[in-house]
C-alpha cells in the first residue's frame, strides 16, 4: 500500500502539504563527485569510458544536455543543491569545510600581491545549520532521511546529521575517501566488509544504501548517495585497470586507465542501486536525479597524463569554462518524464530543491528565499525560455584555462563571463561565446556585441545585488608591469630560483620530479621544498634506477606543516601505474619537526615512487629519500649530487 501525505501542516519548517492528498514518492539523489559532463556515454563525447547503468537509467527519465553545477568546485555545488540558494548567497564559495576553522560568514578580501587585479573575499568554511534545506523539508514532511558517501559541508555540528537526516554513512567530513578508494580504508568508526578485503567504496556505499532502501521500503524516503568517486586520490580495481590498459588509445585526450576504472565503478553503484529498486518493484514510485558537482579534473596528472578530458568543452574542474561547470544531468520521474527522453532547458543545481517542493505539492519554508527555480515544465516536455543562471567563482586557482575571479551568466545560447576589476583601471572585463555555434569558447565576440554585453551584465549585477554576494574588489596593489596576460589561462609552471637552477637541473637528469596539487616545488642543494594549497599533494619520480630485487626499503628525512595520511605508492614492471593496491601508509608528525621514517615496499621490482607527504595545505621538507635493495644496495633521490 502506498503512503500518502497527511492533510496537516507541518509548523516545524512552515512546510505544508496542499489541500488535496497526494501520492508520496520516495527520492533518490547520486551526486557523482568531479564528472565531467563527456566523462559518460550520455552525449557522445567518449570512446574510452563505460557508463551502461547511467544509460539504463536514461531510458527511464530525462536527460538535460544543458546542466550546469552552481560552481566549478564541490562544496558550493553540495551548498546549492541542498539549499537552493546560490554561493554568491551563502559566502560558501570554496571547498574548505574540512579545515578546521569555523567561518559563518564570508567578509571582504584584506589584501592582495601585485599580481592580482582583484582581492578575493574570504569565504565561509561551514554550510550554517539555520538555512532552510531539503533534507529538512523531506524529514519534516514524513520522509525517512539518509545520507551516504561523501558530505564535505563541515563535521559536526554541521554534519547531516544536523543538517535534516537520520542517518549519515560513514559519517565523514573530509573532500574525498578516507586514505583510498580501494580497502583498507581510514574512515574512523567505518571500516570494510572483513570477507572482501579488496573492496570499493562505492560497492559498500552502495551495499549501505540497498540497506536503508530495503528498511524504508514501506514509507517515503530520501536517499542522498553523495559518491566519493571520481575525486582525487586516483585509484581503482586493479583488475578494472587491467582492461583499460589494453584499451588505450594515445589519440583520444581520455587515456587514464585508473580513472576509466573509477568511472566504471561509479557506474556500477548506479546499477546496484537501479537493481535494488527493480527487485523492491519500488521504481515506479521514485524520483532519481543523477548529476554531478563540477566538471572534470584536468589539472591534476596520473601515469602521466590528466586524468580525464572535458573536450569538447573548454577547460575543466576549477574553470568558470564550460568544462568546468556543464555536467551530466538525469531526472527520472515517473508520471512526470518520458523516458529516454532529452531537454536542451537550462537547469542548475538550484533548481532540484524547489523543484521537488512543487512537484510534491510541498510549500516552502514562510519568507524562504529560493535563487533556483522549478523546472518542472522543462520535465513535462516545454522549453524554459530565457531564462537566466548564474556560476559566481570569486577565485582563481592555477588550473588549465582558469580567468582571474569571475561570475558568469547564461541566457539562450549566450555566456557571458563578467571578469572583476581586470580591464582598464579597474573595470571590469567580459568574454561572450554563442553556445550554440562555439560550444568550445574559442570565439570571444565581447567586442563585436557591446549592447549585448550590457544587457547581460545588468543580470549579472541585479543577481549580485540580489543575493548579497561577497564581491572581490579592486587591488591597489596591482601593478600591470608585474602581470603577464599572456599567461592567463595557463597552469603556470613549478617555480625555480636561479640559486636553484643547478639542483633541479640534476634532479632533471634522473627523471625529474613530477607534482600535483603543489602550489609551489623548490629545490635547494637538491632537497625538496614542498608548498600545497590542500587536496591531497604529491610528487613522483619515474625513473628509479634499481635494477635488482625486492623488497626494498624507503627511507626519508623529512618536516612536515600538513595534515592527514601519509602513502609511499611504487609502480612495478608487472603494473606501471599508481593504485591503492601498490602503496604503503606511513605515520608522519605534522609538527614542522624533522624526522626520519622507514617504509617497506612488498615488490620484486620497484620503477617508480610516489610519496603523498599529507592530505592538507602546508610546507614539505624531504631532506633524503633513500631506495635499498633485498641485499642493500641503496640508490639516492634526494638529494642528488651536482
Known amino acids: 500500500m502506498k503512503p500518502f501525505i497527511a492533510l496537516a501542516i507541518l509548523t516545524t519548517l512552515g512546510v505544508s502539504s496542499t489541500a488535496i492528498a497526494v501520492e508520496r514518492p520516495n527520492?533518490?539523489?547520486?551526486?557523482?563527485?568531479?564528472?565531467?559532463?563527456?566523462?559518460?556515454?550520455?552525449?557522445?563525447?567518449?570512446?574510452?569510458?563505460?557508463?551502461?547503468?547511467i544509460e539504463r537509467l536514461a531510458k527511464r527519465g530525462m536527460t538535460f544536455t544543458r546542466a550546469y553545477s552552481a560552481s566549478p568546485l564541490c562544496s558550493p555545488t553540495r551548498s546549492a543543491i541542498l539549499t537552493g540558494l546560490s554561493p554568491a548567497r551563502t559566502g560558501l564559495t570554496t571547498p574548505n569545510c574540512h579545515l578546521p576553522q569555523v567561518v559563518l560568514e564570508a567578509t571582504v578580501g584584506k589584501n592582495g600581491?601585485?599580481?592580482?587585479?582583484?582581492?578575493?573575499?574570504?569565504?565561509?568554511?561551514?554550510?550554517?545549520?539555520?538555512?532552510?534545506?531539503?533534507?529538512?523539508?523531506?524529514?519534516?514532511?514524513?520522509?525517512?532521511?539518509?545520507?551516504?558517501?561523501?558530505?564535505?559541508?563541515?563535521?559536526?555540528?554541521?554534519?547531516?546529521?544536523?543538517?535534516?537526516?537520520?542517518?549519515?554513512?560513514?559519517?565523514?567530513?573530509?573532500?574525498?575517501?578516507?586514505?583510498?578508494?580501494?580497502?583498507?580504508?581510514?574512515?574512523?568508526?567505518?571500516?570494510?566488509?572483513?570477507?572482501?578485503p579488496d573492496q570499493h567504496i562505492e560497492d559498500r556505499m552502495a551495499i549501505e544504501a540497498t540497506a536503508f532502501i530495503e528498511k524504508h521500503q514501506h514509507e517515503p524516503f530520501y536517499l542522498n548517495y553523495w559518491m566519493f568517486s571520481v575525486h582525487a586520490p586516483f585509484d581503482a580495481k586493479k583488475s578494472l585497470i587491467d582492461q583499460y590498459l589494453g584499451t588505450i588509445n594515445r589519440d583520444d585526450p581520455q587515456q587514464c586507465p585508473t580513472y576509466a576504472a573509477m568511472v566504471q565503478s561509479m557506474d556500477d553503484a548506479v546499477g546496484t542501486l537501479l537493481d535494488t529498486l527493480d527487485r523492491l518493484q519500488l521504481m515506479d514510485n521514485t524520483i532519481i536525479v543523477f548529476t554531478s558537482d563540477n566538471g572534470g579534473n584536468m589539472y591534476n596528472e596520473v601515469e602521466g597524463v590528466p586524468p580525464t578530458s572535458n573536450v569538447p568543452l573548454r577547460g575543466g574542474k576549477a574553470s568558470m569554462f564550460e568544462g568546468g561547470t556543464r555536467v551530466p544531468c538525469i531526472v527520472a520521474w515517473p508520471g512526470k518524464t518520458i523516458g529516454g527522453s532529452r531537454s536542451d532547458a537550462l537547469v542548475q543545481s538550484e533548481d532540484f530543491y524547489p523543484t521537488l517542493l512543487a512537484g510534491l505539492g510541498l510549500s516552502p519554508a514562510k519568507e524562504q528565499l529560493f535563487d533556483g527555480a522549478s523546472i518542472l515544465p522543462a520535465l513535462a516536455g516545454d522549453s524554459l525560455d530565457h531564462k537566466a543562471i548564474f556560476q559566481y567563482f570569486p577565485h582563481d586557482p592555477p588550473v588549465p584555462d582558469w580567468i582571474p575571479p569571475s561570475v558568469s551568466v547564461h541566457r539562450d545560447s549566450w555566456k557571458l563571463i563578467r571578469v572583476f576589476h581586470a580591464g582598464e583601471s579597474g573595470a571590469h572585463r567580459y568574454h561572450l561565446f554563442n553556445l550554440e555555434t562555439d560550444i568550445s569558447e574559442q570565439h570571444d565576440v565581447a567586442d563585436q556585441k557591446p549592447e549585448l554585453v550590457r544587457e547581460l551584465d545588468g543580470l549579472i549585477s541585479d543577481f549580485l545585488a540580489k543575493t548579497n554576494a561577497m564581491v572581490p574588489i579592486v587591488n591597489a596593489s596591482f601593478d600591470p608591469m608585474a602581470y603577464n596576460p599572456s599567461l592567463e589561462g595557463k597552469r603556470p609552471q613549478v617555480k625555480q630560483t636561479k640559486q636553484r637552477k643547478k639542483?633541479?637541473?640534476?634532479?632533471?637528469?634522473?627523471?625529474?620530479?613530477?607534482?600535483?596539487?603543489?602550489?609551489?616545488?623548490?629545490?635547494?642543494?637538491?632537497?625538496?621544498?614542498?608548498?600545497?594549497?590542500?587536496?591531497?599533494?604529491?610528487?613522483?619520480?619515474?625513473?628509479?634506477?634499481?635494477?635488482?630485487?625486492?623488497?626494498?626499503?624507503?627511507?626519508?628525512?623529512?618536516?612536515?606543516?600538513?595534515?592527514?595520511?601519509?602513502?609511499?605508492?611504487?609502480?612495478?614492471?608487472?603494473?606501471?601505474?599508481?593504485?591503492?593496491?601498490?602503496?604503503?601508509?606511513?605515520?608522519?608528525?605534522?609538527?614542522?619537526?624533522?624526522?626520519?621514517?622507514?617504509?617497506?615496499?612488498?615488490?620484486?621490482?620497484?620503477?617508480?615512487?610516489?610519496?603523498?607527504?599529507?592530505?592538507?595545505?602546508?610546507?614539505?621538507?624531504?631532506?633524503?629519500?633513500?631506495?635499498?635493495?633485498?641485499?642493500?644496495?641503496?640508490?639516492?633521490?634526494?638529494?642528488?649530487?651536482p
Open 27 to 53: 527520492i533518490i539523489f547520486i551526486l557523482a563527485d568531479d564528472l565531467g559532463w563527456s566523462d559518460t556515454t550520455l552525449y557522445g563525447t567518449t570512446r574510452f569510458y563505460k557508463t551502461p547503468n
Open 113 to 196: 600581491p601585485p599580481t592580482k587585479h582583484a582581492i578575493a573575499p574570504q569565504p565561509v568554511t561551514r554550510l550554517k545549520t539555520e538555512y532552510p534545506n531539503l533534507a529538512k523539508s523531506l524529514q519534516a514532511s514524513g520522509y525517512a532521511t539518509g545520507h551516504f558517501g561523501k558530505w564535505h559541508l563541515g563535521p559536526q555540528p554541521y554534519s547531516p546529521l544536523q543538517q535534516g537526516f537520520d542517518v549519515d554513512i560513514p559519517h565523514h567530513a573530509g573532500p574525498g575517501p578516507a586514505g583510498s578508494y580501494v580497502a583498507p580504508w581510514k574512515f574512523k568508526d567505518f571500516d570494510h566488509d572483513p570477507d572482501v
Open 503 to 641: 639542483a633541479a637541473a640534476t634532479l632533471a637528469t634522473v627523471g625529474g620530479w613530477q607534482v600535483s596539487n603543489v602550489t609551489q616545488l623548490e629545490e635547494l642543494e637538491g632537497h625538496l621544498r614542498i608548498t600545497a594549497g590542500g587536496n591531497d599533494p604529491w610528487i613522483s619520480t619515474r625513473q628509479v634506477p634499481v635494477n635488482s630485487e625486492g623488497p626494498f626499503t624507503v627511507t626519508m628525512t623529512l618536516s612536515s606543516t600538513s595534515a592527514g595520511p601519509s602513502t609511499v605508492y611504487y609502480s612495478d614492471k608487472e603494473a606501471p601505474g599508481f593504485n591503492r593496491q601498490q602503496s604503503v601508509d606511513f605515520a608522519v608528525t605534522h609538527d614542522g619537526e624533522r624526522r626520519d621514517y622507514e617504509v617497506t615496499l612488498p615488490t620484486g621490482r620497484v620503477t617508480a615512487l610516489r610519496v603523498d607527504p599529507g592530505s592538507a595545505a602546508g610546507v614539505v621538507v624531504l631532506e633524503r629519500l633513500i631506495l635499498r635493495d633485498a641485499i642493500g644496495h641503496e640508490t639516492t633521490l634526494v638529494p642528488r649530487k
